[in-house]
């Protein structure tokens, strides 16, 4: 069974809800015939690359709140974050493009390395103090951390076509599936979680998806020209 | 939507419903918004390495007929792959273990280049004259022809390990839908077609398939913790 997850690495509660999945398929019993893929989605898909702003007066404007009311919704996530064992830092964190990160996503994923990279930005972005945003080396390093070659990851930062197509295909398929918001979790292509559940909720999608996998409708034509253990079957003329 | 397609290089079958498949798909108005995954399935995986006999005396053993009646399915075979635009070689052909193409194959998909190799390897196996059993150089090359590295592939042919429990999560998969012979084909999880069908039953399938994709079911808990273009779900406390 596949469950693929669209998320952001400029999303708090992505890097929560992964903690949280995590936790449930560990505890699930056919984790082992479980296939996790993840997919981009930009929460800020016009933001430019140079345009860093720090995320508390991003806050503080866009819900017309005071930057100390920001704060402590950011103290929250600190508490709910440390709950999972994560490291969260709630003073001054930076906003900006998350789509040379989401490229490089992509090539960790023909390596076999994307979840890896995906962990190393989430802790850059969340829980250290260097910016991961609009610099190429720091995102260079942490590909090399996440088992990347490092020239590979240059020559996919230096070429902005690199993998763009590959990003806009999971949005759009995001778009195809009604998700809006992430994380976004689908499993089988039939269920749906949206955002950071408590772990128990991902249990119970788990267990709903796996027992209502239901046997593939077969489309028939004429008599199969297949191969099976015991031969193909050969035309006699 | 994605389409896998299970499928074995020793499986003359494979090498046809590929290309009716593809001509198919080349059609089919959705076309950019489908993905195909290729995936493992070996028809014969107990038998070892260096275990390579003729294909006729195989055929003829098994069904229990002359090696001339071999010959005329072969010959069959061969004007119904040359319909689809594809070279066969009805003489001289061998059969052995394709368990290490297989293992290679996993390779080419980290590097985007499974269709790729997939086609050199049906190729080289149906349609010329160097044996692609028991060689592994013969195998560098093809993988070399189709975009990877040749030293990559050293690695993995000289490593039995690489790659091979990905080629039995495959084959685990293909028993768990219940698909016993190849090629197999399975729509978003929900549909299947069996064998080399003509390419009017694989644009039903797509058509079907592509109707019948359902809204997800949501499995919902607290309310979610997520952020969407407006901004994340800000705990206020």
Redesign the interface.
């Known amino acids: 069974m ?1 469950v693929e997850i669209w998320s ?1 690495i ?5 890097y ?2 992964k903690a949280r999945f995590e936790k449930a398929l560990a505890a699930f019993a056919h984790r082992d ?1 479980i296939e996790v893929v993840h997919r981009s989605f930009e ?2 898909p016009d933001r430019t690359k140079g345009d860093v702003q720090p995320v508390l007066g991003l ?1 503080a404007a ?2 017309g709140m005071s930057e100390a ?2 704060q ?2 950011e ?3 600190g508490r ?1 974050a440390a709950a999972e064992g994560l490291e969260y830092r709630t003073r001054d964190r930076d906003h900006g493009s998350t789509f040379d990160m989401h490229r490089l996503l992509h090539l960790a994923a ?3 390395r994307r979840s890896e990279l995906l962990d190393a930005l989430y802790r850059a972005n969340f829980a250290e103090e260097r910016s991961v945003f609009a610099d190429d080396e720091r995102l260079v390093e942490l590909a090399v951390a996440a088992g990347l070659d490092a020239d590979d990851a240059r020559r996919v930062l230096a070429d902005p076509a690199a993998y763009a197509d590959a990003v806009r295909a999971d949005e ?2 995001a778009a ?3 998700v ?5 979790f ?13 772990a ?2 991902f249990t ?2 788990l267990e ?1 998806a796996w027992g ?26």
């Open positions: 596949r952001d400029a999303c708090p509660w992505c929560v809800g015939e929460l800020d806050l866009k819900y009311q920001a402590a919704g103290d929250d996530l709910q023909e390596r076999g759009q398929e195809q599936l009604g809006t918001g992430v994380p976004f689908v499993l089988d292509r039939a269920y749906g979680v949206s955002g950071a559940q408590p128990e909720v119970r999608a709903q209502g996998r239901s046997p593939l409708t077969r489309v028939t034509g004429t008599d199969a020209e297949a191969c099976g253990p015991d031969g193909c079957a050969v035309p006699r003329s």
